[in-house]
Protein backbone atom coordinates (compact mmCIF):
# COMPACT_ATOMS: atom_id res chain seq x y z
CA UNK A 1 0.00 0.00 0.00
CA UNK A 2 1.62 3.24 -1.13
CA UNK A 3 1.62 6.54 1.31
CA UNK A 4 1.92 9.79 1.16
CA UNK A 5 5.40 11.12 2.16
CA UNK A 6 5.91 14.76 2.98
CA UNK A 7 9.53 16.07 3.08
CA UNK A 8 10.22 19.38 5.14
CA UNK A 9 13.86 21.15 6.16
CA UNK A 10 14.01 23.91 9.58
CA UNK A 11 16.99 25.63 9.87
CA UNK A 12 18.39 25.86 13.22
CA UNK A 13 20.32 29.48 13.66
CA UNK A 14 22.30 30.85 16.58
CA UNK A 15 23.82 33.86 17.00
CA UNK A 16 26.16 34.65 19.88
CA UNK A 17 26.53 38.71 20.88
CA UNK A 18 27.40 39.47 24.10
CA UNK A 19 28.07 35.84 25.62
CA UNK A 20 24.31 35.55 24.70
CA UNK A 21 22.93 32.86 22.44
CA UNK A 22 20.13 33.78 20.76
CA UNK A 23 17.95 31.36 18.37
CA UNK A 24 16.01 32.66 14.91
CA UNK A 25 12.09 31.74 15.14
CA UNK A 26 9.01 32.11 13.45
CA UNK A 27 5.97 32.97 14.35
CA UNK A 28 3.45 30.63 11.84
CA UNK A 29 0.93 32.06 10.02
CA UNK A 30 -1.07 29.28 9.10
CA UNK A 31 -2.22 25.63 10.48
CA UNK A 32 -1.03 23.21 12.27
CA UNK A 33 0.43 25.42 15.50
CA UNK A 34 -1.07 28.73 13.93
CA UNK A 35 0.36 31.34 16.35
CA UNK A 36 3.03 29.38 17.92
CA UNK A 37 7.10 29.59 17.79
CA UNK A 38 8.81 27.42 15.09
CA UNK A 39 12.01 27.07 13.43
CA UNK A 40 12.24 28.41 10.19
CA UNK A 41 11.51 25.89 7.46
CA UNK A 42 8.88 24.25 5.02
CA UNK A 43 8.30 21.46 2.13
CA UNK A 44 11.06 20.77 0.01
CA UNK A 45 10.30 21.35 -3.64
CA UNK A 46 10.23 18.43 -6.07
CA UNK A 47 13.44 19.96 -8.12
CA UNK A 48 15.15 21.19 -5.12
CA UNK A 49 18.41 19.94 -2.80
CA UNK A 50 17.51 19.41 0.84
CA UNK A 51 19.73 22.31 1.59
CA UNK A 52 18.85 24.64 -1.13
CA UNK A 53 15.27 23.91 0.26
CA UNK A 54 16.63 25.06 3.75
CA UNK A 55 18.49 28.23 2.21
CA UNK A 56 15.04 28.90 0.57
CA UNK A 57 12.52 28.15 3.08
CA UNK A 58 15.18 30.55 5.71
CA UNK A 59 14.91 33.41 3.49
CA UNK A 60 11.09 33.16 2.75
CA UNK A 61 10.41 33.24 6.00
CA UNK A 62 13.25 35.73 7.65
CA UNK A 63 14.77 37.49 5.02
CA UNK A 64 17.93 35.79 6.15
CA UNK A 65 20.20 35.13 3.41
CA UNK A 66 22.80 32.82 4.27
CA UNK A 67 25.26 30.57 2.19
CA UNK A 68 26.50 27.42 4.31
CA UNK A 69 24.44 25.27 6.55
CA UNK A 70 25.41 21.91 8.49
CA UNK A 71 23.20 19.10 8.56
CA UNK A 72 21.38 18.16 11.76
CA UNK A 73 19.54 14.89 11.19
CA UNK A 74 16.46 13.73 9.79
CA UNK A 75 13.40 13.59 12.40
CA UNK A 76 10.98 10.84 11.33
CA UNK A 77 9.08 10.27 14.38
CA UNK A 78 5.09 8.74 12.51
CA UNK A 79 3.53 11.48 14.67
CA UNK A 80 5.53 14.87 14.17
CA UNK A 81 3.15 16.93 12.09
CA UNK A 82 -0.47 16.43 12.24
CA UNK A 83 -1.05 17.05 8.47
CA UNK A 84 0.41 13.34 7.88
CA UNK A 85 3.68 11.71 7.44
CA UNK A 86 6.12 13.57 7.28
CA UNK A 87 10.07 13.47 7.50
CA UNK A 88 12.23 16.67 8.70
CA UNK A 89 15.99 17.34 7.68
CA UNK A 90 17.47 19.83 9.79
CA UNK A 91 20.27 21.86 9.52
CA UNK A 92 22.06 24.27 11.40
CA UNK A 93 24.67 27.13 11.85
CA UNK A 94 25.88 29.83 14.20
CA UNK A 95 26.75 33.36 13.29
CA UNK A 96 28.99 35.95 14.62
CA UNK A 97 26.05 38.14 15.35
CA UNK A 98 22.47 38.78 15.01
CA UNK A 99 21.45 39.99 11.86
CA UNK A 100 18.31 41.75 10.36
CA UNK A 101 15.27 39.75 9.65
CA UNK A 102 11.64 40.05 8.93
CA UNK A 103 8.63 37.35 8.95
CA UNK A 104 7.20 36.84 5.63
CA UNK A 105 5.45 34.21 3.54
CA UNK A 106 4.39 30.92 6.09
CA UNK A 107 5.99 33.48 8.79
CA UNK A 108 3.45 35.99 10.84
CA UNK A 109 6.47 37.03 12.53
CA UNK A 110 10.96 36.33 12.67
CA UNK A 111 12.00 37.22 16.05
CA UNK A 112 15.92 36.29 17.73
CA UNK A 113 15.03 34.87 20.90
CA UNK A 114 17.61 34.39 24.07
CA UNK A 115 17.53 30.75 24.13
CA UNK A 116 17.43 30.56 27.37
CA UNK A 117 14.05 32.20 27.47
CA UNK A 118 12.67 29.52 25.03
CA UNK A 119 9.38 28.74 25.63
CA UNK A 120 7.21 25.97 23.45
CA UNK A 121 7.42 25.37 20.17
CA UNK A 122 5.42 23.76 17.55
CA UNK A 123 6.15 20.32 16.32
CA UNK A 124 9.37 18.26 18.17
CA UNK A 125 11.62 21.60 17.42
CA UNK A 126 12.79 21.96 21.11
CA UNK A 127 14.61 17.93 20.28
CA UNK A 128 16.00 19.22 16.85
CA UNK A 129 17.24 22.84 18.89
CA UNK A 130 19.01 20.65 21.28
CA UNK A 131 20.17 18.27 18.48
CA UNK A 132 21.56 21.14 16.69
CA UNK A 133 23.98 22.68 20.09
CA UNK A 134 25.09 19.51 20.22
CA UNK A 135 26.14 19.02 16.70
CA UNK A 136 27.70 22.33 16.88
CA UNK A 137 29.35 21.69 20.07
CA UNK A 138 27.60 24.55 21.88
CA UNK A 139 27.29 24.39 25.61
CA UNK A 140 24.18 26.31 27.21
Known amino acids: ?13 FAEENEHLYLLV ?5 DPFQGKWALPGGFLEEDELLHTGCLRELEEE ?5 KEIQ ?11 PRG ?7 TTKLQQR ?11 AQWVLLDDLKE ?5 H ?6 LEKLQITR
Open 85 to 91: RTLSIAF
Open 62 to 66: TGLQL
Open 26 to 30: IKRKN
Open 127 to 132: KIINDA
Open 121 to 125: LAFDH
Open 71 to 81: QVGIYDEIDRD
Open 1 to 13: MKQDLAITVDAVV
Open 99 to 109: KEIKGSDDAEE
